[in-house]
């Protein structure tokens, strides 16, 4: 288990030229407007102002690399990045917009080659979505590894969550990748996903 203990904010970017340079292992989040990817970001991280949310979809339009310090149980420290990228599929954001963010992300999975994992976010109360589905091909395609993180399981009983995870996996097709139920707002679930990225961090 390793606790995030220092967190930065470290720029926000749209083109490749302005990404940061640092290498460390990355990891970005992914998935719909509003599905609570800065939240996430925010609760992991201890540290509330973080990533910007908002109960309004659409809040994250660019590509915002925060840098972060982490401790394991035996106190040896690492440094990993967190990308947080705009949510997809909200209609109330223009499709000229939306194609632009498409574009911007899929420039950032081409791109950026310190990225780890992708942690794709998709609401457990919502069956797979096509757009989620688009995402885990392209995820597939360039061979880039990925895990689901079901947020929001506060929203229904504790009885079905596990269920629940059975029912999305196989909607999304997932195979062997891992889904993890989280919510942000009763802080559960943070460690099995800690232990995956700290684990795909190690990695050579
Ligand atoms: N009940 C509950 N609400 C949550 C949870 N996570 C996020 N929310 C709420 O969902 C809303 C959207 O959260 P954000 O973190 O801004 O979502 P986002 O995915 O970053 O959205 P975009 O930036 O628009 O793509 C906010 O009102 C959050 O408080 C959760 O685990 N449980
Ligand atoms: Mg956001």
Not at 82 to 100: C, H, I, M, N, R
Not at 101 to 110: P, V
Request: contains cysteine.
């Amino acid at each position: 288990m390793i606790r995030l203990v220092e967190s930065f904010f470290v720029k926000s970017a749209v083109e490749p030229s302005d990404y940061p340079a640092s290498a460390y292992p990355e990891f970005a989040f992914a998935g719909k407007s509003n599905v609570g990817k800065s939240t996430l970001i925010n609760l992991l991280t201890n540290h509330h102002q973080l990533a910007k949310t908002s109960s309004h979809p659409g809040k994250t339009r660019l590509l915002n690399f925060f840098l972060t310090r982490y401790k394991d149980e035996e106190q040896n420290q690492g440094f990993i990045q967190l990308t947080d990228l705009p949510g997809y599929g909200f209609a109330e954001v223009s499709q000229s917009e939306q194609e632009k963010w498409r574009k911007m992300i899929n420039k950032y999975l081409e791109q950026r080659t310190q990225l780890r994992a992708m942690i794709l976010l998709v609401d457990i109360r919502h069956s797979a979505d096509k757009k989620d589905i688009q995402m885990l091909e392209m995820l597939r395609l360039r061979k880039i590894r990925h895990c689901v993180v079901a947020t929001k399981s506060d929203k229904i009983p504790k009885t079905r969550i596990h269920k629940t995870v059975q029912i999305l996996a196989k909607e999304l097709g997932l195979g062997d990748v891992p889904v993890f139920p989280v919510s942000s707002l009763n802080n559960t679930g943070f460690e099995a996903l800690l232990g995956w990225v700290h684990k795909l961090s190690l990695e050579p």
